[in-house]
């Protein structure tokens, strides 16, 4: 059998690789955002081999890329998410940090992501020389929460009830996976942030939380948020993409900007990695739009197993 053909210096290499990417979503620096690892070609990988890798890398969620519903178009992928823990159904720093990879890889335009939460379609364009990703959530929805499971969360994070501000109630907002919102009074009561990670991990077990955005209204469409994340093994999240579109629907559920608007939101600053999210809400459309940068922070290396 005559030996196969050998790839010349000029011929471009396969742009999707099975080797570890990290990326930073949500901010144009390496030392802001929130890192991801993302694998863009996991088709070689199993559950297990999934899940070892997101906790060795040690990012709150790590993104594997597989070939999509319709792979002939090119621009199809299914994505899956893995804390240091186990799957998550929905991440948006890592979509954001997915959707700039191959958009750097592929082309600005168009791609179709597939997640465990349903379909999520995201736009990739390049502006003054940094990829920013646009996705569209799944349909949201924003329930009440009972009083005495806010008094647990209070609780768990060493806040009282007074420090909470009334215009901005307790609710679950979900947009792929559910986060508990509370809203503090001050900026003083965001920023001191220390609380029981055993104890609010089991009330957010038992509501089937993946975040509480905790949420500081700087103007009427500025805001502060922090994310706590002990379902994952993380104590913090720098930037919430998920948490950042469930918020969106909470803010039109609760008539708190008009139809039409862009919320911005500054998270991880307290952590010393600042992000920036755009939340955009549409007339007509009840999904949630989130905008963010990405930017690879430093080579790629083999995935362990």
């Not at 957010?204 to 805001?223: A, C, G, K, S, Y």
């Not at 950042?244 to 990695?273: E, I, K, N, S, W």
Request: glycine share 10%; net charge negative.
């Amino acid at each position: 059998m005559a030996n196969p053909p050998k790839t010349t210096a000029t011929e471009p290499a396969h742009p999707l690789t099975a080797e570890v990417l990290h990326y930073t979503a949500f901010t144009t620096s390496p030392t802001g955002g929130n890192g991801a690892g993302i694998v863009l070609d996991a088709s070689s990988l199993d559950d297990a081999e999934m899940v070892t890798i997101a906790a060795g890398l040690g990012y709150s969620e790590s993104a594997f890329v597989t070939p999509g519903p319709d792979p002939d178009g090119g621009r199809s992928f299914t994505l899956r998410f893995f804390s240091p823990k186990a799957e998550v159904g929905f991440c948006g720093h890592a979509t954001v940090a997915t959707a700039v990879a191959l958009g750097e890889r592929l082309g600005e335009g168009d791609f179709d992501f597939h997640t465990a939460a349903g379909h999520v379609p995201v736009t990739v364009r390049e502006e003054h020389g940094v990829f920013k990703a646009t996705l569209t959530s799944v349909e949201p929805h924003v329930h009440d929460v009972a009083p005495a499971d806010v008094t647990e969360a209070l609780a768990a994070l060493g806040w009282q009830a007074g420090e909470l501000d009334a215009a901005l109630p307790p609710k679950i907002a979900f947009a792929g996976v559910r986060h508990l919102v509370l809203a503090a009074a001050t900026r003083e009561r965001l920023a001191d942030l220390d609380y029981d990670f055993d104890r609010l991990l089991r009330l957010m077990q038992r509501l089937d939380l993946t975040t509480v955005q905790l949420v500081w209204r700087e103007t009427p469409t500025v805001f502060h948020v922090r994310d706590p994340f002990p379902v994952g093994g993380v104590v913090e999240d720098a930037a919430t993409g998920a948490a950042a579109a469930a918020f969106g629907a909470y803010a039109r559920d609760l008539a708190l900007v008009p139809a039409d608007a862009r919320l911005t939101l500054h998270q991880g600053h307290d952590m010393g990695r600042p992000s920036l999210l755009e939340v955009d809400l549409v007339t007509g459309d009840p999904r949630v739009r989130v905008t963010g940068a990405a930017i690879g922070m430093r080579p790629a290396v083999a995935p362990r197993s």
